[in-house]
């Protein structure tokens, strides 16, 4: 019997029957928990952190429950406090209780999955397709077991990120997908870059967009709330909290990583660079994506 690739991670994919829409992930979920997430109805009140994997979700999902909730942490564990659609489902997003907070929910599907609701809003983050690449390779190092890969190599996860045969697809279609509504009224579009070097103004964008109330409430108090988010949601901060998927990772890998612009230049060969640049301006001709990180040249 051939002896099973511990080095290339496994995923699966599902197809919706009644819309045909075809999503994948990781190899241990099943066809129910997408069956689940896709019934859970979007409420007026939601607020959801989208993204491509490894883009700054946690960071923006940080900063979102921070703005929420006038500077006050959440205890304990944070998926119990933010759901992720895709893979806890319709009933354990349902059962956050949001009688007095909105619900924030993370989810990393693409723009025609997510539910939809015209009073809820949407934040979507995306950062540099190197980085966010280079990101992965360590998330699957991190979470081995749902990737049945004791081992990944990175340059086999490289020719499947390319090939868009990872989970949530290709990382430049979501990104498209998302790109042609970042002027919808109840969208917020929004660059990794940015926050890492004007954390300050990307969380007052972010406070106006959920609601004039949180971004008076910022400016209260000599500044005092708006303080406490941007030291809360730093990533000397965030690192130093062990809530972070804390069972399932090695002491080794940590979750929250390494936070920078441009640390793909430690991991990636110059011809896998050379491939993601090449992508995001074959992706981009039409619509712009191309020009997202044209101001941080320098770093990328
Ligand atoms: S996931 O698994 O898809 O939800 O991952 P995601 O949260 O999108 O991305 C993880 C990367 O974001 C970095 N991160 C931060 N950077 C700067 N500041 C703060 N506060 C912060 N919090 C998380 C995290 O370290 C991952 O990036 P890398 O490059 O791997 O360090």
């Not at 599907?109 to 934040?123: C, D, E």
């Not at 990872?166 to 430049?172: R, T």
């Not at 964008?205 to 988010?229: Q, S, T």
């Amino acid at each position: 019997m051939a002896s099973e690739d511990l080095t290339t991670p496994k995923f699966v994919k599902f197809r919706e029957d009644s819309t045909g829409l075809e999503i994948v992930y990781p190899a241990v979920f099943t066809y129910e928990d997408f069956e689940s997430a896709r019934k859970y109805k979007a409420k007026d009140s939601d607020v959801y952190v989208c993204s491509y994997p490894k883009t700054g979700t946690t960071w923006l999902l940080t900063i979102a429950w921070l703005i929420v909730h006038h500077g006050e942490e959440f205890s304990g564990n944070y998926r119990d406090n933010i759901p992720m659609l895709e893979f806890d489902g319709c009933e354990s997003t349902e059962a956050i209780d949001d009688s007095k907070f909105p619900r924030i929910i993370k989810t990393h599907f693409p723009y025609k999955l997510v539910p939809k609701n015209s009073k809820a809003k949407y934040l979507y983050i995306t950062r540099n397709p190197k980085d966010a690449f280079a990101s992965y390779y360590f998330h699957i190092r991190g979470f081995r077991s749902p990737y049945k890969c004791e081992n990944p190599d990175l340059n086999k996860l490289y020719e499947l990120y390319m090939k868009g045969e990872v989970e949530f697809g290709c990382f430049f279609d979501h990104l498209k997908e998302w790109y042609a509504h970042r002027n919808d009224a109840n969208v917020l579009f929004l660059l990794y870059e940015d926050v890492k070097q004007d954390p300050r103004n990307e969380v007052l964008k972010i406070a106006k967009f959920l609601g004039d109330e949180y971004e008076k409430k910022l400016k209260m108090d000599d500044g005092k709330i708006l303080e406490n988010i941007l030291e809360r949601s730093s990533f000397s901060h965030m690192k130093g909290r062990n809530v972070w998927h804390k069972t399932f990772r090695p002491e080794n890998e940590p979750f929250i990583r390494k936070g920078v612009i441009g640390d793909w230049k430690n991991h990636l060969s110059a011809e896998q660079a050379d491939g993601l640049d090449r992508a995001l301006m074959e992706h981009g001709k039409d619509n712009g994506i191309s020009k997202l990180w044209n101001k941080y040249a320098e770093f990328l």
